[in-house]
């Protein structure tokens, strides 16, 4: 079993739609839980920190850590066609033995205008 | 405030080879990560640089190395290059002066090794 599991996709949405993107992970140590968006050929760039279990938002942007089921999950509202991108989770157990992220695979968002 | 930059972009090598690559975190962090991202294995941890001290290491063979200089800026080489080394090398800076464990981690653009 792989430390973390995200589902490919393609995931495919018109423009308006509110999109679901979900992480499970096995390793009960992590406490720090990433998301990034890459578009293609560029960097992967951050969207959402999250430090334990809750819920944090930003703008159309909100993140979901449920560290008792190890789920995690990122909710865009009225997304757009610059939403078109793939969406990575990552996350960290952290401590001074260093701060590695260990991601899932990737889920390609595409939005429909 | 300047991101974290990565040089150069692309590089083209042959097997047996080695490259150097380079990343200068944004000002003021301390630690440097790097990644490699490959479609079928997506990204993976090949290493972390915290104030010129290695303090994690992913599960890599040898040929992968790196170091970490004082000004922060840090330099990935991989030695032997195969056809398999051919990736995408990530860079991320996280630890603003301060903080020794801060995994808000903050990646440059990459840079796009071919092995031929």
């Known amino acids: 079993q792989k430390e973390v599991e995200q589902d490919p996709g393609p995931l495919s949405v018109p423009e308006g739609a509110i999109v679901s993107l979900n992480c499970t992970y096995s390793?009960?140590?992590?406490?720090?839980f990433m998301w990034y968006r890459q578009y293609s050929r560029k960097g992967p760039e951050l969207l959402m920190y999250?430090?334990?279990?809750g819920n944090k938002e930003d703008g159309r942007f909100t993140a979901q850590v449920d560290k008792s089921s190890k789920y995690i999950s990122l909710f865009i509202r009225d997304s757009q066609p610059s939403d078109s991108a793939t969406y990575l989770c990552?996350?960290?157990?952290?401590?001074?033995?260093?701060?590695?992220?260990?991601f899932g695979k990737g889920t390609t968002l595409s939005v429909s205008s | 405030k300047a991101g974290v930059t990565q040089t150069p972009r692309y590089l083209i090598k042959t097997r047996g080879q080695q490259v150097t690559l380079s990343c200068s975190p944004i000002?003021?962090?301390?630690?440097v990560s790097w990644y490699q991202q490959t479609p079928g294995q997506g990204l993976q941890f090949l290493f972390e640089?915290?104030?010129?001290?290695?303090?994690n290491k992913g599960n890599f063979p040898g040929r992968f190395s790196g170091r970490q200089f004082s000004n922060s800026r840090s330099e990935m080489n991989v030695s032997t290059l195969e056809l398999g080394d051919s990736a995408l090398y990530l860079c991320?800076?996280?630890?603003?002066?301060?903080?020794?464990?801060?995994?808000?981690?903050?990646f440059g653009q990459g840079t796009r090794l071919t092995v031929v």
């Open positions: 640089y915290f104030s010129e001290t290695q303090r």
């Open positions: 990552a996350m960290s157990a952290a401590n001074q033995a260093g701060t590695a992220l260990i």
């Open positions: 390793n009960s140590a992590f406490q720090y």
């Open positions: 991320a800076s996280s630890s603003p002066a301060g903080t020794t464990i801060n995994t808000e981690a903050f």
């Open positions: 999250t430090y334990s279990s």
């Open positions: 000002s003021g962090h301390r630690s």
